[in-house]
């Protein structure tokens, strides 16, 4: 079933059918075959307009509108779970992990895009300088731990020295064992020393991520997300799968445990990342269960993660990105 935004009278003209399955509009100064998507919430920003003169009729996927009318919903009880961070001095650390073109950006954007940024900040750090590859490997990150009353979100983290570097060889395999060792012995003192750590990482299949790239490469508005690793994503998937598998079963602990977030549906991943991230905190006036439990089958804990995976690591099926 389809909704309409709004309608425009037609005069004397019997109005063209739209075919079902399209969500975009064909603007006329476009070349054939491009197609120009609704920003974001138009869907939902329209839906109750009445016919009129001064608008134009155009059809949806539902499940577009239904996706934004409950990311609308996730965003105010975002922006509830910001206040109770800042009320009770709460300190809050997110990290977010996972493929190339896994969807951790677009996630969270949509985490950020209400919050007040007095209280909340997103950490996307650059290679480290040559000052900093002779300092303790955390050392550039401690700086940008939260304080009180303030969430803080890496794209990317620590956790650069689990996947991308050993792959990529920017540092060594004695670089890589250490960090294994010392980051569970790190993660336990912040959670002692009181930050609510949560860890996810992202999980998106080879083909997927194939798709992606071939988008970016042809999308002067993503162009900036290409870089020469990406490019060597696909060449190095079983290399960076096998150090997924190690980066789990290492640092996957019971005071800072991992959540891997199913993200070939980049709209789902960010409904369900959201929804698991509000379920860890108590705050007043929670929405109900309904509205907050996420989709098992999107959101798997660290532990089953690696259960499947140890089952699967050998065979020939294909695993999780």
Not at 43 to 48: G, P, T
Not at 122 to 129: G, H, T
Request: with cysteine; proline share 4%.
């Amino acid at each position: 079933m389809k909704k309409s935004i709004n309608k425009k009278e037609t005069k004397g003209k019997k109005e063209k059918k739209v075919p079902k399955d399209k969500l975009s509009i064909k603007s006329k100064n476009e070349p054939t075959g491009k197609k120009k998507k609704l920003v974001e919430f138009t869907a939902f920003k329209n839906k109750s307009n009445k016919e009129s003169k001064k608008h134009t009729k155009i059809w949806i996927k539902s499940k577009v509108l239904d996706y934004e009318v409950e990311l609308h919903r996730l965003q105010i009880e975002l922006l509830k779970f910001q206040k109770h961070i800042k009320d009770n001095g709460l300190r809050v650390l997110i990290l977010f992990e996972g493929r190339d073109a896994a969807g951790k950006g677009g996630t969270i954007k949509r985490v950020m895009q209400h919050l007040n940024p007095r209280g909340a900040r997103v950490v996307a750090l650059e290679k480290p300088s040559d000052t900093e590859l002779t300092q303790w490997y955390f050392q550039r990150y401690v700086q940008h731990l939260p304080h009180a009353g303030e969430m803080v979100l890496f794209d990317r983290s620590w956790y650069n020295r689990a996947m991308v570097e050993p792959v990529m060889g920017f540092c060594t395999d004695e670089q890589n064992k250490r960090f294994l060792k010392d980051v569970p012995m790190f993660e336990e003192m912040l959670v002692k020393d009181g930050i609510i750590l949560m860890k996810y990482f992202f999980s998106v299949s080879k083909a997927m991520q194939m798709k992606r790239f071939e988008s970016r490469q042809t999308d002067p508005l993503k162009q900036y997300k290409i870089s020469p690793v990406d490019m060597q994503a696909q060449d190095l998937w079983n290399q960076y799968t096998v150090r997924k598998f190690q980066m789990l079963t290492e640092t996957n602990r019971t005071l800072s445990p991992w959540t891997i977030i199913r993200s070939n549906n980049k709209k789902d991943a960010r409904i369900n990342c959201i929804r698991h991230l509000l379920s860890t905190v108590e705050y007043q006036d929670k929405i109900s269960k309904k509205h907050r439990t996420p989709d098992p089958d999107i959101v798997i804990s660290g532990i089953d993660e690696l259960k499947f995976m140890e089952d699967n690591l050998m065979s020939s099926n294909p695993l999780p990105g």
